[in-house]
């Protein structure tokens, strides 16, 4: 299947272009969503992916009559740095990449967030293309404009890695999808993807996304190419509808702010050492496995707070446990600790925490300055001592 899904946003408008094979035509889609084709361009490259499939790309690309150079990048949360932007803002330099001239992001996440916001800056901004290859990156990361790198820093006393401590808001001009590139990824990789994809559903407003997903879970996790193809226009659709509505986060209840739903929780626990996925013999934690443990929080809280109907918990636990996602952790610190990292999160407004709260099934709400209580009762949901 391809579809083609419209982030509407007036003059920053663009489609998000999803598909098995979409790549093949990512030189004359670029040239459509710009105007022209690009005498030359930035290619920044996740090195997850396969040689081949980077070369067909780049050579394609080129044999349209674009001079790229490429960067790249070997992604991980402490590569996502000033000093890794650093370096690929030297390589559009190198490249003499001029104001009409996309950085295009091939690649996970991370690859994504730091093309964007070197795009976003460099010169004062030039046009950034995104290539979303894994699962988390289709459905979310590549969508919506929100850019950056993390900051490490001295915060009571010890080095903290702050997420996303740093960036831009840089809508893309175009999005590529090409859902034949999830082959190549590590089976956690792409489970990591369906964590996201189940907050989505859990925010969309109804129950028929989570419905659609809970019927299709085998023929997704065992890759059909119908129902891959389907998840990431569902949810690409879901999240270019919320982005249309208040594209920099700016609504107080509700809007863009529901995508942080499980995030609180997430950005607390996942770069710490040694915390692991509950019950598996993986080490770290991916960020989608991160945001499924932090949906499971997040539950906890709002039925602390009498916001989340009993059923849903089991139901969104059930679900993950489907999905193959983690629904706690291992190694966590005391839930003291967690409380004073979360206060230092970005996501805390005017230094008051902010949850976002289940309510239902595709609903939820934002809850500004929430009880201690109910942060600790979702810090003991997913084993924080
Ligand atoms: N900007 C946003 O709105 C937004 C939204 C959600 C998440 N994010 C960010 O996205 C990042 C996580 O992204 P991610 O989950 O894609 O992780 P990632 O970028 O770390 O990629 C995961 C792994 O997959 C590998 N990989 C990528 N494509 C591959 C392919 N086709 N074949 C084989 N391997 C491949 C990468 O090399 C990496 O090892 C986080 O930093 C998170 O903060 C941003």
């Given amino acids: 299947m391809s579809a083609s899904v419209r982030v509407e946003l007036g003059e920053r408008a663009y489609d998000v272009r999803i598909g098995a094979g979409a790549l093949g035509s990512l030189a004359s889609n670029i040239r459509d969503a710009l105007g022209a084709t690009p005498a030359r361009a930035l290619l920044v490259i996740d090195r997850g992916i396969p040689h081949e499939r980077v070369d067909r790309i780049a050579g394609e690309l080129e044999r349209a009559g674009t001079i790229l150079t490429r960067a790249q990048v070997d992604p991980s949360e402490q590569i996502k740095s ?109 489970r990591a993807g369906l964590g996201e994809c189940v907050k989505h559903a859990m925010i969309s407003g109804s129950d028929e996304l989570l419905s659609w997903t809970e019927t299709n879970a085998d023929a997704i996790l065992s890759h059909d190419a119908a129902a891959v193809g389907e998840l990431v226009s569902r949810s690409v659709t879901l999240k270019a509808r919320v982005v249309a509505g208040d ?13 942080n739903l499980g995030h609180t929780f997430a950005h607390a626990i996942e770069t710490l050492d040694g915390v692991s996925p509950r019950g598996s013999d993986e080490q770290g934690l991916q960020h989608g496995e991160a ?65 976002i709260v289940p309510t239902g099934a595709g609903q939820a709400r934002v809850v500004q300055d929430p009880p201690d209580s109910a942060v600790r009762a979702g810090l003991a949901a997913i084993g924080a001592p």
Avoid: C, W
């Fill in 82 to 190: 000033l000093e890794t932007y650093g370096r690929l803002l030297e390589s559009a330099a190198q490249a003499r990449l001029e104001r009409t001239d996309p950085v295009i992001a091939l690649g996970g996440g991370i690859v994504g967030d730091l093309g964007g916001f070197v795009a976003a800056t460099y010169r004062r901004a030039v046009p950034v293309i995104q290539a979303p290859t894994t699962l988390l990156s289709m459905v979310d990361a590549s969508v919506g404009g929100k850019t950056g790198v993390n900051l490490s820093s001295e915060l009571g006393g010890r080095r903290r890695l702050l997420k996303n401590f740093v960036g831009a808001f840089h809508q893309p001009r175009l999005v590529v999808a090409d859902t034949n590139m999830l082959a190549s990824l590590e089976a956690r990789v792409f």
């Fill in 247 to 259: 594209e920099r986060e700016t609504q107080a209840d509700g809007g863009r702010a529901l995508l």
């Fill in 291 to 355: 945001v499924a443990i932090g949906l499971v929080a997040a539950l906890a809280s709002g039925e602390a707070l009498g916001m989340a109907p009993p059923e849903l918990a089991p139901r969104i636990r059930a679900l993950l446990e489907r999905l193959g996602l983690p629904t706690g952790a291992a190694g966590l610190p005391r839930a003291d600790d967690l409380m004073s990292a979360m206060i230092d999160d970005k996501k805390t407004v005017g230094g008051r925490l902010r949850l």
